[in-house]
């Protein structure tokens, strides 16, 4: 079951311009998580963003959550043609307890140098 | 760092042959699972397990089977391979924490052909 949509499927930009990618889920949830996939690889945990938190950076990186619209954007700046990769948001529903996460279909990000 | 080792990058098998994926991570975590990512459905969990020799079935359990009989291990069998199982399969771990969600550590992906 697809609990995040992430918005748009894909996008190309220029180095150095911002990207931003959305995500969209259905139920309440404990915490939503940011990963990255380069090509042909595995996911890399980005970000965790908890329920009560609104914003939150690392480095680059500024991730926000509207729980009123069940919605995260992941915001990267100045963007890196190294930035190139597929990017997907994962739920962790309310009241689980067994670390089980819910992944979208994912955001093909490519920066052109 | 977290590693999480599947056995093979590429696999090829042939459909009826029972074929087996294996997964180690090395940093004691309680939780691991198994997904397959096939484009434009994202992943999808299989099978996962919060302890030895405890399973629980994912979204796509049929066809599949897994193991856990030591905590650093954990795979995937496909009982009788058939060719709509070609995939991307993806092992990650996470530790149990407290309260749901813990970030979780990949495997670099077993690509996996049935003919």
């Known amino acids: 079951s697809q609990q995040g949509e992430e918005d748009p499927q894909a996008l190309s930009i220029q180095e150095g311009e911002n990207a931003t990618m959305n995500c969209s889920y259905k139920?309440?949830?404990?915490?939503l998580q940011w990963y990255r996939q380069n090509s042909g690889r595995g996911l890399v945990h980005l970000i965790l963003?908890?329920?009560?938190?609104r914003e939150k950076h690392s480095g680059r990186l500024r991730v926000t959550l509207d729980t009123s619209k069940k919605s995260s954007s992941l915001l990267i700046t100045a963007s890196r043609a190294a930035d190139t990769a597929s990017y997907f948001c994962?739920?962790?529903?309310?009241?689980?307890?067994?670390?089980?996460?819910?992944f979208g279909t994912g955001t093909l990000l490519a920066v052109q140098p | 760092d977290v590693k999480v080792t599947q056995s093979s990058r590429y696999l090829v098998k042939r459909t009826g042959e029972k074929v087996f994926l294996e997964c180690v991570q090395d940093?004691?975590?309680?939780?691991m699972f198994w997904y397959r990512q096939d484009p434009g459905l994202g992943l999808r969990l299989i099978y996962f397990?919060?302890?030895?020799?405890?399973?629980e079935k994912g979204d796509i359990p049929e066809g599949y089977s897994v193991s856990r009989e030591k905590k650093e291990r954990f795979s995937l069998i496909l009982e009788s391979a058939s060719t709509n199982q070609t995939s991307m399969y993806l092992c990650?771990?996470?530790?149990?924490?407290?309260?749901?969600?813990?970030?979780?550590?990949f495997g670099d992906g077993t690509r996996l052909s049935i003919l």
């Open positions: 397990s919060y302890d030895v020799k405890m399973k």
């Open positions: 990650a771990s996470s530790y149990l924490g407290q309260g749901s969600g813990q970030p979780q550590h």
């Open positions: 994962a739920t962790a529903n309310y009241g689980g307890a067994t670390n089980k996460l819910i």
């Open positions: 139920t309440s949830i404990n915490n």
């Open positions: 963003i908890r329920s009560n938190e």
């Open positions: 940093m004691d975590h309680e939780n």
